[in-house]
C-alpha cells in the first residue's frame, strides 16, 4: 500500500509561489498516474493537475499556465509548483495516486491519498 505525504503549503500573498511536495513510500509509484485536487470550505473537491506514467500532463483551466506538475521517480516524488496565486487557490491541496498509468480528473479516479496541506493565499 502507498502512503503520500504532502507539505510546501502555507501563506502566501497574491502573486506569490508555492512548491508543494508528494512524498510516497510503501512502493515505487513509477508506474501509477498521480494528480493533486484541492478542496476549498463549503465546495466539493476538485481537479488540479495530473500527471501519467509517462510524464505527459492535465491541468484544470484556472490553473493552467500558472502551475506545473512534475515527478521524480528516483525520488517517489511528485511536485506541484504554484506562481502568480490567486485567492481563489485558496484551499487544501491533497496528493493522490492511481493504480493505473494515466490521469483522470475525477477524484474518484484515484486509489490513495495524502492528507491534504493547506495553501492560504492574501489578497
Known amino acids: 500500500q502507498v502512503q503520500l505525504v504532502e507539505s510546501g503549503g502555507g501563506l502566501v500573498q497574491a502573486g506569490g509561489s508555492l512548491r508543494l511536495s508528494c512524498a510516497a513510500t510503501g512502493r515505487s509509484i513509477s508506474s501509477s498516474a498521480m494528480g493533486w485536487f484541492r478542496q476549498a470550505p463549503g465546495k466539493e473537491r476538485e481537479f488540479v493537475a495530473a500527471i501519467a506514467w509517462s510524464g505527459s500532463t492535465s491541468y484544470a483551466d484556472s490553473v493552467k499556465g500558472r502551475f506545473t506538475i512534475s515527478r521524480d521517480n528516483a525520488k517517489n516524488m511528485v511536485y506541484l509548483q504554484m506562481n502568480n496565486l490567486k485567492p481563489e487557490d485558496t484551499a487544501v491541496y491533497y496528493c493522490?495516486?492511481?493504480?493505473?498509468?494515466?490521469?483522470?480528473?475525477?477524484?474518484?479516479?484515484?486509489?490513495?491519498w495524502g492528507q491534504g496541506t493547506q495553501v492560504t493565499v492574501s489578497s
Open positions: 493522490a495516486g492511481r493504480n493505473e498509468p494515466w490521469y483522470g480528473s475525477r477524484w474518484r479516479q484515484y486509489d490513495y
